[in-house]
């Protein structure tokens, strides 16, 4: 048993470093085009947005990417046939405790701390359970991100939507008497 854990261990580090290289060159790929679309030359991106169906936050979030003229291919985050590699092409470098979402039930019982799992763990518990897959995630110009900062958007493909200050589009408000935040920051490198 220690020795298939060692294994699973191994090939999912393997996994993380292909992905993280694919994942790096697609991002210097698109950093000339994000240029582009800011100094005016093509605004609008392609974006498929993986949501939650029903979660107020991701409907926000829609409606932020539509007004600033993205079109969105939407899908259903808890259908979607995920393979690891799949998965793991949208956390990028992130802590491991980054791509769950903390308003899933079993995170914000206790029942189970991404903080103690290890990525073979954590990716196996997602592809069980796609409730625990931290949203929203998105994929446009040959790149992908999870979390939605109106920042990270904005300096990824734009968003040049009028938006509330201090707007929290990352807080889950259903059911919780203190807000809970279901996503942390988008990645870094989109």
Do not use: Y
């Not at 539509?66 to 690891?84: F, I, K, N, Q």
């Not at 408000?173 to 988008?186: K, N, Y």
């Amino acid at each position: 048993m220690r020795q298939k854990r060692g294994e699973i261990a191994f090939w999912g580090a393997l996994l993380r470093l292909s992905l993280l290289a694919t994942h790096e060159a697609a991002r210097q790929d698109t950093k000339g085009a994000s240029a582009a679309q800011h100094d005016g030359m093509d605004a609008m991106a392609h974006v498929v947005f993986f949501e939650k169906p029903g979660c107020a936050n991701n409907a926000r979030q829609k409606r932020l990417l539509e007004a600033a003229g993205h079109t969105l291919s939407v899908r259903d985050l808890l259908r979607e046939p995920w393979t690891a590699e799949q998965l793991l092409s949208f956390f990028g470098r992130r802590p491991v405790a980054e791509w769950f979402n903390r308003a899933a039930p079993k995170v914000k019982s206790g029942a189970l701390d991404p903080v103690k799992l290890d990525a073979a763990s954590a990716i196996a518990l997602m592809l069980a359970e796609p409730i625990l897959i931290r949203r929203p995630l998105m994929e446009a110009e040959g790149a992908r991100a999870i979390g939605f900062d109106p920042a990270d958007v904005d300096a990824w493909i734009g968003l040049s939507a009028p938006q509330a200050p201090g707007a929290d589009l990352e807080t889950c408000r259903r059911g919780a008497t203190a807000p809970t935040a279901c996503a942390v920051a988008q990645d870094d490198a989109p």
